[in-house]
């Protein structure tokens, strides 16, 4: 049975996700995406994936998907390619012990499921949260922090054949030439519409 004050307790877990690090910070980076931004640009990257691929794709499992793949990390944290050697972790009991209770259970199954990665919606998050780490290395070389660079040849030869779509793909592609501030620099602005138009 679930109750207001167990919904309550989980609304200020979520509150505290943006609290818990991603662990490869340590690697001298001191802007890393903390778990709740990273998972906000996955909700997104999956979306962009799955209106690219040419696929029937249920948009609200994906959406709760996208929403769970990493929140258990809110009880056991996150782990990196060197902690991962270290530690392990019953993500699955941190996403029942979270949700139970709640009436959000139901996130519970959406996690196992993602996990199995036996569906499209669960293979497009699993994509989208590696190209969100791409997409945060290249932000970090701009920086002119280089951990990313250093990653590239391992990451390609590991992660980038792991991709399940070919969107992921190119994404990955056209992230190492992009330039992160065209966003900005594109847009309308000063320089091209306001009053510092030449």
Known sequence: MTTIKRDIELLFEIGCFRFSKRTWQRFLNPDVANCAEHTLRVIWIALTIARHENKEINMEK????????????????????????????????????????????????????????????????????????ELELVEQEWRG????????????????????TETAKILWEEIHKANPHDWHLNAQNRFKAGDWKK
């Open 62 to 133: 994906l959406l709760k998907f996208a929403l769970v793949h990493d929140k258990p990390e809110s009880r056991t944290g996150d782990v990196d390619y060197l902690s991962r050697q270290y530690t392990k972790r019953d993500e699955e009991k941190g996403a029942v012990d979270m949700f139970n209770g709640t009436v959000h259970e139901d996130q519970i199954a959406a996690f196992i499921e993602y996990e199995k990665r036996e569906c499209w919606e669960a293979k497009i998050v699993k994509d989208a949260d590696n190209i969100d780490v």
């Open 145 to 164: 922090h280089t951990i990313g660079t250093l990653w590239n040849d391992d990451r390609k030869e590991n992660v980038f054949p792991k991709l399940y």
